[in-house]
């Protein structure tokens, strides 16, 4: 795919991502890495200096984690915030009513470079209703991008102006 000028790809595993890109990227400048599943606070290190994209900060603790590394490292790094537009308790994100303030803090104080919001909406059949909520809140906070449609359901996602896809099962099928 790289030698066929397809530039972007998305990793759930930092240390997957280590293993597979590290030596690859530096062959191949364009290739734009995108961490898209939960990124834990021991790892951000490493994702920082492989990822130039996190689509999932969920939480301040990480947030300012993100901050120190980028200023160690001397990096910028485009950051989805995580909304949890379902408001299920074992899915990460920030809650809708509180992404405005968060995002203030995260770009005014912390300096981090926030692009979009991402979310992992409930497996039901009112996708399009959390879709057209995250319109909505990154249309309020004026940000550009959304992260948001997978395989089963990214048409839908492309309805509601998301600019950011999971679509790896549908190109590389499921995961064994």
């Not at 290739?31 to 996190?54: C, E, P, R, T, W």
């Given at each position: 795919?790289?030698?066929?000028?397809?530039?972007?790809?998305g990793?759930?595993?930092?240390?997957?991502?280590?293993?597979?890109?590290?030596?690859i990227?530096?062959?191949?400048h364009?290739?734009?890495?995108?961490?898209?599943?939960?990124?834990?606070?021991?790892?951000?290190?490493?994702?920082?200096?492989?990822?130039?994209?996190?689509?999932?900060?969920?939480?301040?603790?990480?947030?300012?984690?993100?901050?120190?590394?980028?200023?160690?490292?001397?990096?910028?790094?485009?950051?989805?915030?995580?909304?949890?537009?379902?408001?299920?308790?074992?899915?990460?994100?920030?809650?809708?009513?509180?992404?405005?303030?968060?995002?203030?803090?995260?770009?005014?104080?912390?300096?981090?470079?926030?692009?979009?919001?991402?979310?992992?909406?409930?497996?039901?059949?009112?996708?399009?209703?959390?879709?057209?909520?995250?319109l909505?809140?990154?249309?309020?906070?004026?940000?550009?991008?959304?992260?948001?449609?997978?395989?089963?359901?990214?048409?839908?996602?492309?309805?509601?102006?998301?600019?950011?896809?999971?679509?790896?099962?549908?190109?590389?099928?499921?995961?064994?």
């Amino acid at each position: 795919m790289i030698n066929y000028g397809h530039v972007h790809f998305g990793e759930n595993k930092v240390q997957e991502a280590l293993i597979k890109w590290e030596n690859i990227k530096q062959d191949f400048h364009k290739i734009k890495l995108h961490m898209v599943g939960k990124l834990q606070s021991n790892k951000v290190k490493y994702a920082v200096s492989l990822f130039d994209y996190i689509h999932s900060l969920d939480n301040l603790k990480l947030a300012e984690k993100i901050a120190k590394e980028e200023l160690k490292q001397n990096k910028k790094i485009k950051i989805f915030i995580q909304v949890n537009i379902g408001d299920e308790i074992q899915k990460s994100g920030i809650a809708p009513n509180k992404v405005e303030n968060f995002f203030k803090i995260c770009s005014k104080n912390l300096g981090l470079n926030i692009i979009g919001l991402m979310c992992l909406p409930p497996n039901n059949k009112n996708i399009e209703i959390h879709f057209s909520q995250m319109l909505n809140l990154r249309k309020k906070i004026n940000l550009p991008d959304l992260s948001m449609g997978m395989s089963d359901d990214y048409i839908k996602a492309i309805n509601y102006e998301a600019n950011y896809l999971r679509i790896g099962s549908k190109i590389f099928g499921e995961r064994s």
